[in-house]
């Protein structure tokens, strides 16, 4: 079982940038594919982008274009989620999450795939 923190939520306003840090610890790059999920108040829990063993990435259709995931080019076991033009519908807490049973494509955001999650992080944008 890996340990997964976030950090990096904050308040923002719209059309700002974010960027979100997730350190995984133990981790290995070709044992884990990995997520960012949000979950706003009332709402289930999405995928919004995710990497998989061979850094391919996938992103869901309301947050591509603005949502960059990325895991740090030296420290591998850091993954990070960019978020630019930030919009009000982007609140929620954010979650990074670690998968072993990976695949590709929009798959990869499906939440029943993973089996650790961090804490969460908090974004708030106001308009």
């Known amino acids: 079982q890996v340990q997964l923190v976030e950090s990096g939520g904050d308040s923002v306003q719209a059309g700002g940038s974010l960027k979100l840090s997730c350190v995984v610890s133990?981790?290995?790059?070709?044992?884990?594919?990995m997520g960012w999920f949000r979950q706003a108040p009332g709402r289930e829990r999405e995928g919004v982008a995710a990497?998989?063993?061979?850094?391919?990435?996938?992103y869901a259709d309301s947050v591509s274009g603005r949502f960059t995931i990325s895991k740090d080019s030296a420290k591998r076991n850091t993954l990070y989620l960019e978020i630019t033009s930030v919009q009000p519908e982007d609140t929620a807490m954010y979650y990074c999450?670690?998968?072993?049973?990976?695949?590709?494509?929009?798959?990869?955001?499906?939440?029943?795939?993973?089996?650790?999650w961090g804490q969460g992080t908090q974004v708030t944008v106001s308009s």
């Open positions: 990497i998989g063993i061979y850094d391919t990435t996938v």
């Open positions: 133990p981790f290995s790059d070709y044992t884990y594919c």
């Open positions: 999450a670690a998968a072993t049973r990976c695949t590709t494509g929009y798959g990869l955001l499906n939440r029943d795939r993973y089996v650790s």
